[in-house]
């Protein structure tokens, strides 16, 4: 996995910190500074989503206009930047994928067998995401439940999209996806 | 249907259905109400979030086009230094005031239902979080009739009166006039104003010179600020 930050660990994120607080109080070169740094991460969460190299352009720009009007709300005590960039360019993804409604967009089957994509020990570290016990816990699930979670998250499906598109009764669907809920708060902890 | 669910795990599993964007319709106005009204299911919620977040961080990078960022700089608002600024600051700090949980006014927005409903209307529910600073405003928004109702629950002892702004996102406060100093006041929104009552808008109460007011823009810093939440 490429590492989108050029230099390493904490000074990587204390540079997109001091950069994001620039940009709250208005200085558009720190909003480029912000940009150069993690468009391709971000980009990358997009067309992940999108399935759609134009759309996912279209969406990139959405994103650095909200990061533009929302930097002063990033806090650097509870999130990490990079992190709280790439949540950001998902939701507005999945926004996009909504308004066009299922079916208009990439087959969400391709959701479902999407690659396990664990970042690397050094993204993480970048991100301070040390203790992202999540992607062991994901792992750790069984095939089925991990597959529709995945989707859920990465695709914004719904419980009935993930049904239609596995060919399962709803309530088989729930079930599969509450039962690896309950094993993901167990092996995550309640802290 | 599914397997029933213990209560404790009823709660961990619509916390997590909720974040993962699972639920529609009248599920999904529920499961947001109660995260407005009952905070522990509203941290089940925010544990949520932080857990799955990182997530996110897994995909591999994406090509950047080479003419991206240009197209991403001729939409940043037009540079008109000083006021940008001076705003911009004071929307941060309005933001952050927000953030902290110091302070907090909480606003409902009812939104008609999408499709014709059989079950009754939901209820009206209004957050409240109080916090060190002890300033709290809760305010409640009937889109239909345009009348907003705010109720000050406590405010900081002060000569000057509460005006509350809305700021929309991106844009500059405006006034919609002034609180009353105790118990609740119900407001008309003006016709001009009502769009600007949306999810993402910041709402936002300074204190102010009563004989002034409204006034055209901020004279000091927020005592409280809130998020628009629309259910």
């Known amino acids: ?191 | 249907m599914a397997d029933p669910l213990r209560p404790e795990e009823e709660e961990v599993v619509l916390a997590a259905e909720l974040v993962l964007g699972l639920l529609e319709g009248e599920d999904l106005a529920a499961a947001r109400r109660r995260q407005l009204a009952d905070p522990g299911f509203a941290e089940a919620v925010e544990r949520w979030v932080r857990d799955l977040a990182p997530l996110v961080l897994g995909g591999v990078d994406g090509p950047v086009p080479a003419g991206l960022w240009q197209r991403i700089a001729t939409r940043l608002p037009a540079a008109d230094q000083g006021t940008v600024v001076a705003l911009r600051r004071w929307r941060a700090t309005a933001i952050a005031a927000s953030a902290a949980a110091a302070v907090l006014l909480a606003i409902v927005l009812l939104r008609p239902m999408p499709q014709p409903v059989v079950l009754p209307p939901p209820p009206v529910v209004v957050a409240q979080m109080t916090g060190t600073e002890g300033a709290v405003f809760a305010a409640r928004y009937d889109a239909d009739q345009g009348m907003l109702h705010v109720r000050t629950e406590s405010m900081p002892s002060s000569s000057r009166a509460p005006e509350l702004w809305v700021i929309p996102a991106g844009g500059k406060p405006v006034s919609l006039g002034l609180l009353a100093n105790r118990g609740g006041r119900d407001m008309a929104v003006s016709p001009a104003h009502r769009a600007l009552m949306a999810e993402g808008a910041t709402l936002a109460v300074t204190m102010e010179d009563a004989a002034t007011a409204p006034h055209a823009g901020p004279s000091g810093p927020p005592v409280a600020a809130g998020k628009i939440t629309i259910l």
């Open chain 1, 1 to 191: 996995m490429s590492s989108t930050l050029p230099i390493a660990g904490d000074r990587a994120r204390e540079r997109l910190v001091q950069a994001l607080s620039a940009v709250a109080g208005g200085d558009r070169k720190a909003l480029k500074t912000v940009y150069d740094l993690t468009a391709a991460k971000l980009m990358g969460v997009c067309l992940r989503i999108c399935q759609d190299r134009e759309a996912a352009e279209d969406v990139m720009q959405d994103v650095y206009l909200k990061v533009w009007d929302r930097a002063g709300r990033f806090d650097a005590s509870r999130a990490s930047p990079i992190t709280w960039l790439c949540t950001i360019a998902r939701n507005t993804a999945i926004d996009w994928r909504r308004a066009r409604g299922l079916g208009e967009t990439a087959p969400v089957e391709a959701a479902l067998a999407l690659p396990d994509g664990r970042p690397s020990a050094e993204a993480l570290l970048e991100a301070g995401e040390t203790q992202a016990r999540i992607f062991d816990c994901i792992e750790a699930l069984d095939e089925k439940p991990r597959a529709a979670i995945r989707a859920a998250f990465f695709q914004g499906c719904t419980y009935s999209e993930l049904a239609q598109v596995a060919a399962v009764p709803l309530g088989t669907m729930k079930s599969w996806i509450r039962r690896g809920l309950l094993q993901l708060r167990g092996c995550l902890g309640d802290g």
